[in-house]
């Protein structure tokens, strides 16, 4: 094997060397600077754009180390004041910076000459877009609301359960539900909703705030909704509510009812008179729980070692991670729920953050965060900032398919061939709960979005009446009604990321497509995979998917093509 070569951060043009932020004093003269920088040429603005992207990108990564310290260490009050200060004191200084520079590029004679340029013709799409979004009014509310969103992961950090004299983080608790004494899991189950209806009122007011928050700023760009704003916001040129309640009927009309038969058959197999939340996660043949791996050490050489031996590659951009400490992989008290891959827009290598215990669903996370980080160095050396930020349905299909092209590699982390194939037959059923659940999660968001002064009475209904639609039957609530009236509250996504969510879904899609592909030609599938990421930001979401050989499609039949061949690798 060659010698591993760590990246070095690219030499800078624009910003001296040494240059770290520190405060919006020490940044504003080099804001300033690109406002009055002179575009007498094509090649003038180019480079003007090369040295605006490389100030945000410092900037980025600067906010990026603060929200992963903040993150590993929830209870550090200096990481949590650095972040704080960030939001409080730089970011809102920076938005109107950012407003002018879009308009004096829009306003440029000479970028007409980039529209039909790889790559610039979406960064002049998503710049108009940013001019048409920008209210100054609204600084200050997503100052609010920033500080608010941190509560989040503070109240959710801070729970923690105690069990045989030992105190568990919820995830960690979680993999008691694995367990085969059924006594065990009820128990557990009990202790963790317990723990998370303790919260259950301050988490509602919060949610309750941030809804109203969001609602005057959409009401100030002169949006009817949050739920249109975002769409503008995220850039979904795309697809349209509209194709988003079409997904959410195919969902229900093609995958539900596959929810429902693994059910039925879950209870009828376990010989069970009624299936309760707390039976869904253990093995059928009361087999113990599936251990993955030993420790964080453990999970990643074992990581890096299936990376390698899909392509050796993709195992490197994990070495690389590793020797650079760029991942924190373990779940300990005080660390925030969850796991993320943060692109870091200067150096080009990622940090993973995850809350592994030993799970199969923890080597399952660090496989969908791999694929982030893959998609990551991919782009690293493109030339601007904004080619190597995909949308979201395109960052989700580099994670979702990792998820599915890695498993025939997974003898690494299951040397038993039993276990691997139990371990393949616990991945696909989880794609048959994922995609209902996503329904669930993005049907919820239009409809509390849709309806912003609705009460939390008309919320808790609302949500019982959206969880039925995507729920299988089988699942007995009984006397857990409470439990389940304030189930959305573990979605972070509600809180920390409005509207990101329904990516997942389609991009689950597009990996059961992708890994088709890969299953029938795997050379050719990889380089599907590869060539998809490589397109970065250049390319619309269709464009970037054909390039991976798959449709970027959301139909009935669609779906039904896709889900019948799940259901044969499933053996149904």
């Known amino acids: 094997m060659s010698q591993l070569q760590i990246p070095a951060r690219p030499k800078r043009h624009f910003l001296e060397e040494t240059f770290t932020v520190t405060n919006w004093e020490t940044l504003k003269p080099y804001f300033e600077r690109l406002l009055t920088f002179e575009i007498h040429s094509v090649d003038d603005l180019k480079k003007w754009m090369q040295d605006r ?6 900037v980025s990564e600067d906010l990026g180390w603060r929200y992963i310290r903040m993150t590993c260490y929830t209870d550090n009050k200096e990481y949590s004041e650095r972040y704080q200060d960030f939001i409080l004191n730089i970011q809102p200084q920076i938005a109107p910076y950012s407003d002018k520079l879009n308009r004096k590029a829009a306003e440029c004679p000479f970028l007409s000459s980039l529209a039909h340029e790889r790559g610039y013709d979406i960064l002049i799409r998503n710049l108009k877009k940013d001019i048409e979004l920008y209210r100054e009014e609204n600084i200050p509310l997503f100052t609010e609301i920033n500080t608010e969103t941190q509560k989040y992961a503070q109240l959710s950090g801070a729970m923690t359960v105690h069990w045989k004299e030992q105190e568990l983080t919820l995830q960690q608790a979680s993999v008691l539900l694995m367990e085969t004494d059924r006594k065990v899991r009820e128990d557990v189950y009990h202790k963790i909703t317990h723990r998370r209806l303790q919260d259950k009122q301050t988490l509602d007011d919060l949610y309750t705030k ?8 959409a009401r100030n760009a002169g949006f009817a ?15 349209t509510p509209q194709d988003c309640f079409n997904f959410h009927d195919s969902i229900s009309s093609e995958v539900v009812p596959l929810l429902e038969e693994l059910a039925e058959r ?41 990376f390698k031996r899909l392509d050796p590659y993709l195992g490197e951009c994990l070495t690389i991670m590793r020797e650079m400490g760029h991942l924190d992989l373990e779940s300990r008290k005080g660390k925030a729920p969850g796991g993320y891959n943060y692109p870091l827009a200067e150096i080009g290598v990622p940090f993973i953050f995850m809350n592994a215990t030993s799970t199969m669903r923890d080597m399952t996370t660090i496989m969908h965060e791999g694929g982030h980080a893959v998609h990551n160095f991919l782009t690293k050396d493109l030339l601007l900032g904004d080619f190597k930020s995909p949308p979201m349905e395109v960052a989700e299909l580099a994670s979702m398919s990792m998820e599915l092209i890695s498993m025939d590699y997974w003898e690494v982390f299951f040397p038993n061939p039993m ?41 808790k209904d609302h949500w019982n009446r959206i969880f039925q639609e995507f729920a299988d039957t089988v699942t007995d609530w009984r006397g857990l009604e409470e439990a389940r009236d304030f189930l959305w509250q573990k979605q972070l996504h509600l809180y920390e990321v409005p509207f990101y969510y329904i990516e997942y879904g389609m991009a689950q899609l597009g990996a059961i ?31 970037i998917y054909r390039a991976g050989g798959i449709k ?13 061949f799940v259901r044969k690798e499933m053996g149904l």
């Open 53 to 58: 992207s490389e100030l945000e990108s410092a």
């Open 210 to 217: 941030l809804n109203q928050l969001r609602h005057r700023v």
């Open 225 to 239: 909704n949050f739920r249109d704003y975002m769409f503008k916001s995220y850039g979904r040129f795309d697809y």
């Open 266 to 306: 879950r209870q009828h197999q376990m010989g069970l008179e009624h299936l309760r939340p707390w039976d869904k996660a253990v093995d059928v043949e009361g087999r113990p729980p599936l251990k993955a791996f030993n420790g964080g050490k453990d999970l990643t050489e074992k990581s890096i070692e299936c």
């Open 419 to 459: 276990d691997l194939q139990r371990a393949r037959a616990e991945q696909l059923e989880d794609i048959v709960e994922t995609l209902p659940w996503v329904a669930t999660i993005d049907k919820f968001q239009h409809w509390v979005y849709e309806h912003a002064e609705h009460s939390s009475v008309q919320r």
């Open 513 to 543: 497509a992708m890994w088709r592909n890969y299953r029938h030609d795997p050379k050719k599938g990889l380089e599907g995979y590869m060539n998809a990421l490589r397109q970065g930001n250049l390319r619309t979401i269709p464009e």
């Open 552 to 564: 970027f499609d959301f139909s009935k039949p669609y779906i039904s093509e896709l889900m019948g």
